[in-house]
T-cell receptor
């Protein structure tokens, strides 16, 4: 399976600021996704990062709050904007192979 | 959209016993069902999956069964070991490929030595 890395692994941010999370894959992949995992909860899909076009957002997630870039087939960024304490979560990228989906190590965000 | 329900939310078993976790899904078009194991502070890891053209799949001590008529699938772990302790998530995919995974709520499995 692909090797997936994320930066930063964790961060503490102040309310009202933004955090950009990077996801890097060691091989070209067709599909990349961004998930949120709130403390003690399951995984919720934020959006599908499409190479060369706008991301596809799930219900309840909007581009102004979670802008996503995907400049090539090995890299994507997720920005969480205008942070509030409710944004404190783990954010994970994942990549899709033919069927399987594999996750990056996650970014733990704490908003103070 | 798809809805996946998972039971139980917590499960404790004695080492060596079997554990069963069950999930139901709502959309009959779903045709790919993976299971993930997430240890504390780590990423979810794919442990086994099943596609809709198969009723059962085994990998050593882990097996998954699928009943498409009833729209439910289950994870079976035999001869449990303390290192099996983790949160397990089921998921379902509408398209049958690695996209649009909808996750269940998770099961905290504790294997008691």
């Amino acid at each position: 399976s692909a090797v997936i890395s994320q930066k930063p692994s964790r961060d503490i941010c102040q309310r009202g600021t933004s955090l950009t999370i990077q996801c890097q894959v060691d091989s070209q992949v067709t599909m990349m996704f961004w998930y949120r995992q709130q403390p003690g909860q399951s995984l919720t899909l934020i959006a599908t990062a499409n190479q060369g076009s706008e991301a596809t957002y799930e219900s309840g997630f909007v581009i102004d709050k979670f802008p996503i870039s995907r400049p090539n087939l090995t890299f994507s960024t997720l920005t969480v904007s205008n942070l509030s304490p409710e944004d404190s979560s783990i954010y994970l990228c994942s990549v899709g192979q033919i069927y399987e989906q594999y996750f990056g190590p996650g970014t733990r965000l704490t908003v103070t | 959209g798809e809805n996946v329900e998972q039971h139980p939310s917590t499960l404790s078993v004695q080492e060596g016993d079997s554990a069963v976790i069950k999930c139901t899904y709502s959309d009959s078009a779903s045709n790919y069902f993976p299971w993930y194991k997430q240890e504390l502070g780590k990423r979810p890891q794919l442990i086994i999956d099943i596609r809709s053209n198969v009723g059962e799949k085994k990998d050593q001590r882990i097996a998954v069964t699928l009943n498409k008529t009833a729209k439910h699938f289950s994870l079976h772990i035999t001869e449990t070991q303390p290192e099996d302790s983790a949160v397990y998530f089921c998921a379902a995919s509408l398209s049958g490929s690695a996209r649009q995974l909808t996750f269940g709520s998770g099961t905290q499995l504790t294997v008691l030595p």
